[in-house]
């Protein structure tokens, strides 16, 4: 089935304990991304890739991190988690073409205390 | 900048009646792509429905259709015979390849729409 897989699906953690959101795809999309959903603010995009090795930053990739070194896997790092990334984070791939359908992942909902 | 904007934040509609969702957008560019996501409580992003800009005819889905009014930068959504299960946020969005986006989705706020038995 073709999918875009995020773990975990819910994470409590502490204010400066490193963490990773992992995202994987089974598409062989080439472009995948990293949105944030906030209550009135509806989803921003913090980072995207284009390709493998290929990374750059969406409207507000403040305190996170994105690596690309395989084409399925796309993982989410926040190196020093704040409180104000306590937020509902989606991983997204695509095929390159402009009018191709983004597929979403189940979300991860976290909670920074 | 591109924008896009969901002037209602909340709507509800009665089992089987027919709801409007306003979206408006801001783009200095010709060619784009405007999308329609339904998100249920779930919180899975589904795919609604989608337009070309230089598409003229409105998409339609079964109950789903837009009024695409490019002159207007206007992209409302219509749901007829509206059901329990169209109970949801929503979501517009827009997209193009120029201006440095990347081809990026450009998401509104969302408006949540209840659907009443």
């Given at each position: 089935e073709a999918q875009v897989t995020q773990n975990p699906r819910y994470l409590i953690t502490v204010t400066g304990k490193k963490l990773t959101v992992t995202c994987s795809q089974n598409m062989n999309h080439e472009?995948?991304?990293?949105?944030?959903?906030?209550?009135?603010?509806?989803?921003?995009?913090?980072y995207y890739s284009m390709n493998v090795e290929v990374t750059d930053k969406g409207d507000v990739p403040e305190g996170y991190k994105v690596s690309r070194k395989e084409k399925r896997n796309f993982p989410l790092i926040l190196e020093s988690p704040s409180p104000n990334q306590t937020s509902l984070y989606f991983c997204a791939s695509r095929r390159q073409g402009i009018f191709e359908k983004l597929f979403f992942g189940s979300g991860t909902q976290l909670s920074v205390l | 900048a591109q924008t896009v904007t969901q002037s209602q934040p909340e709507m509800s509609v009665q089992e089987a009646e027919t709801v409007t969702l306003s979206c408006t957008y801001d783009t200095s560019e010709n060619n784009y792509y405007l999308f329609w996501y339904k998100q249920p409580p779930s919180r899975q992003m589904i795919l609604v429905i989608r337009q070309e800009a230089y598409k003229q005819q409105n998409a339609t889905e079964n109950r789903f259709s837009v009024n695409f009014q490019k002159a207007a930068k206007s992209f409302s959504l219509k749901i007829s015979d509206s059901q329990l299960g169209d109970t949801a946020m929503y979501f517009c969005a827009f997209k193009t390849n120029y201006g440095g986006s990347q081809g990026n989705l450009i998401f509104g706020k969302g408006t949540k729409l209840s659907v009443k038995p």
């Open positions: 472009y995948m991304s990293w949105y944030r959903q906030d209550p009135g603010l509806g989803l921003r995009q913090i | -």
